[in-house]
């Protein structure tokens, strides 16, 4: 009977796969940990240029046109990821952070600020709908924001502040 033999595995595997699903908290949470932790990491070397601004993207990633140094629209298949650049605003700056929390109605699942040599950066993630989320990340005069999948909550989180980390507005 190798037949219900094999049934019987994929029902086995199909029950420890779906108890092994993250939930949004913990997807949440996870991103929380990578934005943190690509806050404090020395930035990553940059590999993309749109106009005079270089900065890191992650392979698949696409830098739209026209973009312009304090506007870029960066895709990925359907995804869209908004990167401003206010080259008045210096690292230690909480300008994003202050205008992000100036709508008191805005509930944020996610607010957490991080600060480490002078640097200020904060990671907010709010619950648009019922599987998907805004995510902005910060770092001083440079933010990018998203609406993302749940699924891909934790990944973009990683990137997109290893991106805005990369990019240096003290030039």
Same mark, same amino acid.
């Given at each position: 009977?190798?037949r219900?033999?094999l049934i019987g595995?994929v029902?086995a595997a199909?029950v420890?796969?779906?108890?092994c699903?993250?939930?949004?908290?913990?997807?949440?949470?996870?991103?929380l940990?990578?934005?943190r !932790? #690509?806050?404090?990491?020395?930035?990553?070397?940059t590999?993309? %240029? &749109?106009?005079?601004r270089?900065l890191? =993207?992650p392979?698949?990633?696409?830098?739209?046109?026209?973009?312009?140094e304090?506007?870029?629209i960066?895709?990925?298949?359907?995804?869209?990821?908004?990167?401003?650049?206010n080259?008045? !605003? #210096?690292?230690?700056?909480k300008?994003?952070?202050?205008?992000? %929390? &100036?709508?008191?109605?805005?509930?944020? =699942?996610?607010?957490?600020t991080?600060?480490?040599?002078?640097?200020?950066?904060?990671?907010t993630?709010?619950?648009?709908?019922?599987?998907?989320?805004?995510?902005?990340?910060?770092?001083?005069?440079?933010?990018?924001t998203?609406?993302s999948?749940?699924?891909?909550? &934790?990944?973009?989180?990683?990137?997109m502040?290893?991106?805005v980390?990369?990019?240096?507005?003290?030039?």
């Amino acid at each position: 009977m190798p037949r219900k033999r094999l049934i019987g595995l994929v029902l086995a595997a199909a029950v420890i796969l779906a108890g092994c699903m993250a939930t949004p908290e913990e997807r949440v949470a996870e991103g929380l940990t990578n934005a943190r !932790e #690509a806050f404090e990491q020395e930035p990553m070397k940059t590999n993309e %240029k &749109a106009d005079d601004r270089e900065l890191y =993207l992650p392979g698949g990633y696409t830098i739209e046109e026209p973009s312009d140094e304090n506007n870029i629209i960066i895709t990925k298949g359907s995804d869209s990821f908004v990167l401003f650049i206010n080259p008045n !605003e #210096a690292s230690d700056s909480k300008f994003f952070y202050e205008l992000q %929390k &100036a709508n008191p109605d805005q509930e944020w =699942l996610i607010d957490e600020t991080f600060e480490k040599n002078g640097r200020f950066g904060f990671t907010t993630v709010r619950q648009i709908a019922e599987d998907r989320y805004e995510i902005v990340t910060s770092v001083g005069g440079v933010k990018m924001t998203t609406i993302s999948e749940e699924s891909n909550i &934790a990944e973009n989180m990683d990137w997109m502040m290893k991106t805005v980390r990369s990019i240096d507005t003290e030039e």
